[in-house]
């Protein structure tokens, strides 16, 4: 098998049968299977998936809705094609996209090719110019040059997808999941962008809020997920020394205004002794953070889990 197409979709009765047949009609020179993820849709989106079984048709169904990471993640348990592709299910990608990104990473040997939307057709205020921060941010966080990190359309090597577990709304970055996995071979393509013609966008302004939280603990669990202590043991040393200093600083100087008879104000009415004592407890909270992280990463199943590539 080619191709696995994973089109997660909820709510989208009306896009589907334009979107197989647009599918059907692009991809004839690959064997391919599509898999329907109905991430809990009420509008009678099951009935149409049904209708359009067939040997190489398959449909996975929630019982509720739980966003499309879950979608995803059933998606890519499922598939079995050399090259998985995700696919939005509301016709805004073009599956005409598919056979340039395959052949990318064929010949050209990228572990995913991620669409990169030219000209987008959608609300510029609520979602282009966020985007464009967001999509800033996230190249320079996360150190993929992607324009369009969170574009639905991407083609994987199936490889890729087995090896990465999306969660959450991680699905907004597949590309890091998949480079901290070691698949650095990241490419993208330009892709056209139709506006959306049945039904309505799933995500509002909040995703941005939600995205670059994501965006924080990806590049926390990353960077320190396995060693948790070195994150909050230098930011706790770091603390702690610097209410160190000002501690001895304020007795000191207590000692030496004392020797020479001077007048002194009570340590306590002095701002320097908040400052201290508020270091010198954040300081031992950080440390007592890192404690616990790593009791918790020590009891974590994948502690030992590794990427190999290859043994003989
Ligand atoms: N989607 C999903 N579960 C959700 C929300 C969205 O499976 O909880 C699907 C949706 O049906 C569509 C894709 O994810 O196929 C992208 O959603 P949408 O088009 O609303 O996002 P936008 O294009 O506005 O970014
Ligand atoms: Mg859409």
């Given at each position: 098998m080619d191709l696995s197409l994973i089109i997660p979709l909820y709510n989208e009765a009306d896009s589907l049968p334009e979107l197989k047949a647009w599918i059907d009609r692009t991809l004839k020179d690959f064997t391919y299977e599509i898999w329907f993820v109905d991430d809990g849709s009420t509008d009678g989106s099951w009935n149409v998936i049904q209708q359009m079984a067939g040997a190489d048709v398959h449909g996975i169904r929630f019982r509720r809705n739980y966003g499309k990471?879950?979608?995803?993640?059933?998606?890519?348990?499922?598939?079995?094609?050399?090259?998985?592709?995700?696919?939005d299910a509301d016709l805004q990608d073009s599956p005409e996209e598919i056979p340039e990104m395959v052949r990318m990473i064929r010949e050209e040997g990228y572990d995913l090719v991620s669409g990169w939307k030219q000209h987008r057709k959608d609300n510029a205020l609520t979602k282009n110019l966020p985007s464009k921060l967001y999509n800033w941010t996230a190249r320079k966080v996360t150190g993929i040059k992607l324009h369009d990190m969170n574009c639905g359309i991407?083609?994987?090597?199936?490889?890729?997808?087995?090896?990465?577990e999306v969660y959450g709304e991680m699905h907004r970055y597949i590309p890091y999941l998949a480079k901290n996995a070691g698949f650095?071979?990241?490419?993208?393509?330009?892709?056209?962008?139709?506006?959306?013609?049945?039904?309505?966008?799933?995500f509002g302004i909040d995703r941005f809020v939600n995205g670059l939280l994501d965006l924080m603990s990806l590049w926390f669990l990353s960077r320190f997920g396995g060693k948790p202590m070195h994150f909050f043991g230098t930011s706790g040393i770091l603390m702690f020394l610097v209410g160190l200093v000002m501690t001895v600083w304020i007795i000191v100087a207590k000692l030496v205004y004392q020797a020479h008879d001077l007048k002194f104000r009570a340590v306590t009415d002095q701002p320097l002794f908040y400052l201290a004592l508020l270091s010198v407890i954040l300081g031992v909270m950080l440390f007592l953070a890192g404690f616990l992280g790593e009791l918790v990463s020590r009891n974590a199943t994948e502690r030992n889990h590794y990427q190999v590539k290859e043994r003989f």
């Open positions: 990471s879950a979608a995803l993640y059933e998606g890519f348990a499922a598939a079995s094609g050399d090259i998985v592709v995700t696919l991407k083609a994987y090597r199936r490889e890729v997808v087995k090896s990465i650095d071979k990241i490419g993208e393509k330009r892709v056209h962008h139709q506006k959306r013609k049945y039904g309505k966008s799933k």
